[in-house]
């Protein structure tokens, strides 16, 4: 849960993230390797969905949520 907890919130209010936010991740058993993987992870997947959204690009018809 304190890994959801610190995606959705990088997620919708970065502008919020605190070390807390990090030392939570810490008092739960994730290393700081691992603190940096989930950072980066949900960094990446924004970025990706905000160059999509950007340059206009659609889901494959093929792929659920199409609007089909």
Do not use: H, Q
Not at 22 to 27: I, N, S
Not at 37 to 56: H, K, M, P, Q, T
């Amino acid at each position: 849960m304190a890994m959801l907890s610190y995606a959705e919130k990088l997620t919708l209010r970065p502008g919020d993230m605190a070390e807390a936010d990090v030392v939570a991740l810490r008092d739960v058993g994730f290393s700081d390797r691992d603190v940096l993987d989930i950072c980066e992870s949900v960094a990446y997947y924004a970025y990706v969905n905000r160059i999509a959204d950007g340059l206009g690009v659609t889901i494959e018809s093929w792929l659920p949520g199409d609007g089909e």
